[in-house]
């Protein structure tokens, strides 16, 4: 290789980044429009179902429930303490669960 085309080489490997480039852009992650829908995807448990499987868990009685953001959002009493859900409405499975503020 020739002088000039090393030099080249080097030039171009010591530049800075330019600043409008962000080198740790983070990956993009899946984004579903029923999760800015006010209402659960066709293949998503009855409202009903939901409750069914948070009774028989212990969670009664069930104060409120909200379909926000992709997931229900409940609160229930379980165990004499009232608690914050957040429940994945295709299969009911219990995603959060912190104590209602």
């Known amino acids: 290789m020739s002088?000039?085309?090393?030099?080249m080489l080097v030039s171009n490997l010591t530049n800075p980044i330019p600043p409008g480039l962000d080198p740790n852009?983070?990956?993009?992650?899946y984004d579903s429009p029923d999760l800015y829908e006010a209402t659960p995807s066709v293949i998503a448990l009855d409202p009903s179902t939901i409750r069914?499987?948070?009774?028989n868990l212990g969670f009664k009685p069930i104060t409120s429930m909200h379909f926000v953001g992709g997931r229900w959002k409940i609160q229930a009493v379980y165990l004499g303490e009232l608690r914050a859900l957040e429940v994945n409405p295709d299969n009911g499975i219990i995603i959060a669960d912190r104590p209602a503020k």
Do not use: G, M
């Open 52 to 55: 069914s499987k948070l009774y």
């Open 25 to 29: 852009k983070p990956a993009p992650i």
């Open 3 to 7: 002088f000039i085309v090393t030099i």
